[in-house]
T-cell receptor, first 116, second 111 residues
Framework: ETGVTQSPTHLIKTRGQQVTLRCSSQSGHNTVSWYQQALGQGPQFIFQYYREEENGRGNFPPRFSGLQFPNYSSELNVNALELDDSALYLC???????????????FGEGSRLTVL | QKEVEQNSGPLSVPEGAIASLNCTYSDRVSQSFFWYRQYSGKSPELIMSIYSNGDKEDGRFTAQLNKASQYVSLLIRDSQPSDSATYLC???????????FGKGTMLLVSP
């Protein structure tokens, strides 16, 4: 069974640029969530995708956007990067969406973004 | 009031001791509760989930839930240096798998 994989693992951008982060969900998991973890903080929910539709969104501005593809992989896009966007971006998959899931999330290794 | 609160630590215990990690949450409709372990520079790893009041044991780990007090704890018996990590408490309101995390408690186990 393949776990959650993310790419790239590390990247450096400058303020104002755009970034795309990618995630492949664990085999059999149809729901993907993205979290932002700043240094010394717990992960903060960005949004979730279930069957290619956004299924919930946290308190993040519209310049954070995403996609989910038919194979359940996903992208996180961030436009107009700001210094405070520097963080570890975590993708997590879960086996069920909508009602009835247990809430368990399985995380990838993350993409560490540094904005200069 | 923060939704999920944890003491940031560090909590220092000697090898072989019991480590006790605590978490409180504010949303009374929370239904699912999780403990994740996160090593420095790594991603969170699920170690325990608990859904009903009482204790749940898995090896050296015991999760305890008290919904009336809005309190979740994790006990680690026979602590090992390899247990040194940050432990994140997370809660879910049910239905959708959206977790709210605390800031985490750093645990240091000394040989």
């Amino acid at each position: 069974e393949t776990g959650v994989t993310q790419s790239p693992t590390h990247l450096i951008k400058t303020r104002g640029q755009q970034v795309t982060l990618r995630c492949s969900s664990q085999s059999g998991h149809n729901t993907v969530s993205w979290y932002q973890q700043a240094l010394g903080q717990g992960p903060q929910f960005i949004f979730q995708y279930y069957r290619e539709e956004e299924n919930g969104r946290g308190n993040f501005p519209p310049r954070f956007s995403g996609l989910q593809f038919p194979n359940y992989s996903s992208e996180l896009n961030v436009n107009a990067l700001e210094l405070d966007d520097s963080a570890l971006y975590l993708c997590a998959s879960s086996p069920q969406g909508r009602e009835g899931n247990t809430g368990e999330l399985f995380f990838g290794e993350g993409s560490r973004l540094t904005v200069l | 009031q923060k939704e999920v609160e944890q003491n940031s630590g560090p909590l220092s215990v000697p090898e072989g001791a019991i480590a006790s990690l605590n978490c409180t949450y504010s949303d009374r409709v929370s239904q699912s509760f999780f403990w994740y372990r996160q090593y420095s520079g790594k991603s969170p790893e699920l170690i325990m989930s608990i859904y009903s009041n009482g204790d749940k044991e898995d090896g050296r780990f015991t999760a305890q839930l008290n919904k009336a007090s809005q309190y979740v704890s994790l006990l680690i018996r026979d602590s090992q240096p390899s247990d040194s990590a940050t432990y994140l408490c997370a809660v879910n309101r049910g239905g959708y798998s959206t977790l709210t995390f605390g800031k985490g408690t750093m645990l240091l186990v000394s040989p």
